[in-house]
T-cell receptor, first 113, second 112 residues
Framework: AQSVTQPDIHITVSEGASLELRCNYS??????LFWYVQSPGQGLQLLLKYFSGDTLVQGIKGFEAEFKRSQSSFNLRKPSVHWSDAAEYFCAVGGGRDDKIIFGKGTRLHILP | DTGVSQDPRHKITKRGQNVTFRCDPISEHNRLYWYRQTLGQGPEFLTYFQNEAQLEKSRLLSDRFSAERPKGSFSTLEIQRTEQGDSAMYLC??????????FGDGTRLSIL
């Protein structure tokens, strides 16, 4: 069955510190992988995507993610977080004819001043 | 690119009433998706359209739910005889085939 696991429900980091959000997926074929960010009461904004090619992908707002097929992982990283990065982050997997996306349960990021 | 637009942003209704939400996708996108998001969860797929054809419906979409996209442009999602468990954020997304989905800001439904 297709699924996405985000093992950390909450993460707290200090402003300026580095960040890594974990994501593991289960998918029968080569997946399309995504990270979305959601601010309270808002929709989801695409941070980055992996379809094929280079396994290290760059996204918006200084985020990057690395696809590791052997570990079924797609972790999100940022070298230095800003207070405005506080939000909920969703890892997602999709692909195939219908492009239907399956989301993880999300990781809420808190930033300490 | 005006983005995906959803209306209304918030809807409060009494249990048993019918509600209808509207989604206007990005104009050139032929695919349109509906998702439901409950508190503390990620969005869950409900249904999707390619142009005007509804191609898949999740088992989450009970008989009380119906979605349409009559001319392959905007879409409506109707919930009949609402129940407490229908309280959620309803998200619409659109895309071109094999391209990332762009989401609207959602309609938050509260059932009294």
């Amino acid at each position: 069955a297709q699924s996405v696991t985000q093992p950390d429900i909450h993460i707290t980091v200090s402003e300026g510190a580095s960040l890594e959000l974990r994501c593991n997926y289960s998918y029968g074929a080569t997946p399309y992988l995504f990270w979305y960010v959601q601010s309270p009461g808002q929709g989801l904004q695409l941070l980055l995507k992996y379809f094929s090619g280079d396994t290290l992908v760059q996204g918006i707002k200084g985020f990057e993610a690395e696809f590791k097929r052997s570990q079924s992982s797609f972790n999100l990283r940022k070298p230095s977080v800003h207070w405005s990065d506080a939000a909920e982050y969703f890892c997602a997997v999709g692909g195939g004819r219908d492009d239907k996306i399956i989301f993880g349960k999300g990781t809420r990021l808190h930033i300490l001043p | 690119d005006t983005g995906v637009s959803q209306d209304p942003r918030h809807k409060i209704t009494k249990r048993g009433q019918n509600v209808t939400f509207r989604c206007d996708p990005i104009s050139e996108h032929n695919r349109l998706y509906w998702y439901r998001q409950t508190l503390g969860q990620g969005p869950e797929f409900l249904t999707y359209f390619q142009n005007e054809a509804q191609l898949e419906k999740s088992r989450l979409l009970s008989d009380r739910f119906s979605a349409e996209r009559p001319k392959g442009s905007f879409s409506t999602l109707e919930i009949q005889r609402t129940e407490q468990g229908d309280s959620a954020m309803y998200l619409c997304a659109s895309s071109l085939q094999n391209q990332p989905q762009h989401f609207g800001d959602g309609t938050r439904l509260s059932i009294l």
